[in-house]
């Protein structure tokens, strides 16, 4: 039996891997298995949060200059998150896992509202709990959530469930020679500008010495490996 290296950890899913081998949206079996994986995890006795990204529905930036302004395409994307979250929870709940859904803009007819004390309070009695809407605020992003909100709430570590397996020397979508780092530093993403976050969250990261483990979202199990310190995965931390 795997042994997990963290008592709490927040997990940030990539919008964009929702939408499996479909171009656009929600491709429900890679729901389906993320949602297994972060129920298998959850068994473990391991406190879940997860922050879910929007790319694979919209991203504020695809409408500036096109006649909606960025704050309102930001506010749009927001929205896609929440569209994620949703099906999230409900894949989430069909793997027989409690959760609740934490949104940062007021929505209640469809969520909670996000307060610290009440997503505190979700994962202390053993919820996974959703982080919807990134921070609510525009020009921000899901992985500056995702890095804020496990520093409100005492994660260990940031799990950030991605497209690649780990962090490059330059984008290994773009470039066939980036090399991949199995450990690095706060500082060495940040003056390096490696993208594979933006810079706000590492910042945040780096300030709050919190552990970002990056890795291949298309991996079966790969969030209950990198939990228990195993998988192909790239570590980044303080030193
Ligand atoms: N140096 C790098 N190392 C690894 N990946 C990198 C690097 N630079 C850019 N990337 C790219 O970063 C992307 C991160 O994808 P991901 O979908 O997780 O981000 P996102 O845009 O924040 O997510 P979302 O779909 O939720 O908006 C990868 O697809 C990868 O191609
Ligand atoms: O705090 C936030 C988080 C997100 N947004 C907007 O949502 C989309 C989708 O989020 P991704 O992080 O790209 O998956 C993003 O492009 C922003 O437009 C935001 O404004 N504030």
Redesign the pocket.
């Known amino acids: 039996m795997a042994e997990p290296l963290y008592k709490r950890v927040l997990v940030k899913v ?4 929702l939408m499996g081998p479909a171009g656009f949206g929600l491709h429900q079996p890679t729901v389906d298995q993320i949602a297994a994986d972060l129920a298998a995890t959850h068994a473990l006795g391991v406190e879940l949060a997860v922050v879910v ?4 529905i919209f ?1 504020g930036v695809q409408v500036s200059g096109q006649g909606v302004d960025r704050a309102t395409g930001d506010y749009m994307g927001m929205l896609a998150t929440v569209m994620n979250a949703l099906a999230l929870h409900a894949a989430v709940m069909r793997q027989g896992a409690q959760a609740r859904v934490l949104s940062a803009l007021d929505i209640s007819a469809v969520a909670e509202t996000y307060t610290r004390p009440r997503a505190l309070a979700h994962l202390d009695r053993g919820r996974i709990v959703i982080f919807a809407a990134g921070t609510g605020n525009p020009f921000f ?3 500056t959530a995702a890095a804020l909100r496990a520093i409100e709430t005492g994660c260990e570590a940031l799990l ?1 469930a ?3 397996d ?8 773009k470039d066939p020679s ?1 090399v991949r780092y199995d450990r690095i530093t706060h500082d060495e993403v940040i003056h390096k500008d ?4 933006d810079t706000a969250a590492f910042a945040l990261a780096r300030e709050n010495a919190l552990p970002v483990i990056v890795f291949s979202i298309h991996e079966p199990g790969s969030i209950l490996a990198a939990v228990c310190g195993g998988g192909r995965v790239t570590t980044v931390t303080s030193r």
């Open positions: 990539s919008g964009e891997a990204g929007g790319g694979n991203r992003t899901t992985d950030k991605t497209n690649v780990g962090v490059y020397s330059a984008d290994p979508k980036a490696l993208k594979v976050m």
